[in-house]
């Protein structure tokens, strides 16, 4: 199962809110992560199961979609969500990861 | 507080061998599956390979088939992946990573990982 991202880049000012789009070449149903990497850091879990929330992860992230198309909506933009963001699925061999999108600052 | 420290990484040539290690605390290591997750410079996420909670069972992305292998000592909460006949393309950061989650599927087991390590650079050079 190959993942899409779009965009590719996202240039968004503070406060403001984003949506992302990953999509999968077929249904994964719900299994879909999404991860957030910052410069130098490693990537951070934020959503899995489509839509669930990870440990610790604030209410403005939010995630929805079922079968092939997906979204991750970041509302209220702080500073330090400035990062690249990866979906992941993982209901088909192999575990493929999306290209990924960048979040920067307008 | 979940911790994956990795080590071992470093400038290998063409062909040559290298073994990266993690090790975990934080958590029971030998109750969760664990991963290898890659990472080119500039570039994305890539999964390498993964290791059942008492390493019988074993799964590889194609490319690094009969060159990587991953293991782990669970009395040491430790994760390893030995890497031969290594490539210019397998220059990386390789990260460690604990998998919340995984499922049987055709093919393989299929893992979500949850926490990760800060990684180790592997340099394949000449």
């Known amino acids: 199962t190959l993942m899409t991202q779009s965009p590719a880049t996202l240039s968004v000012s503070p406060g403001g809110s984003v949506t992302l789009s990953c999509r999968a070449s077929?249904?994964?149903?719900?299994?879909l992560a999404w991860y957030q990497q910052k410069f130098g850091q490693a990537p951070r879990l934020l959503i899995h199961g489509a839509s669930t929330r990870a440990t610790g992860v604030p209410a403005r992230f939010s995630g929805s979609g079922y079968g092939t198309e997906f979204t991750l909506t970041i509302s209220s933009l702080q500073s330090e969500d400035f990062a690249v963001y990866y979906c992941q699925q993982y209901y088909n061999w192999p575990p493929f990861f999306g290209p990924g999108t960048k979040v920067d600052i307008k | 507080e979940v911790q994956l420290m990795e080590s071992g990484g470093g400038l290998v040539q063409p062909g040559g061998s290298l073994r990266v290690s993690c090790a975990a605390s934080g958590f029971t290591f030998s109750d969760f599956w664990m991963s290898w997750v890659r990472q080119a410079p500039g570039k994305g996420l890539e999964w390498v390979a993964n290791i059942m909670q008492d390493g019988s069972e074993k799964y590889y992305v194609d490319s690094v088939k009969g060159r990587f292998t991953i293991s782990r000592d669970n009395a040491k909460n430790s994760l390893y992946l030995q890497m031969n006949s290594l490539r210019v393309g397998d220059t990386a950061v390789y990260y460690c990573a604990r998998d919340r989650l995984t499922r049987r599927v055709v093919g393989g087991v299929i893992s979500n990982p949850d926490y990760w390590g800060q990684g180790t650079l592997v340099t394949v050079s000449s």
């Open positions: 077929e249904s994964i149903r719900s299994n």
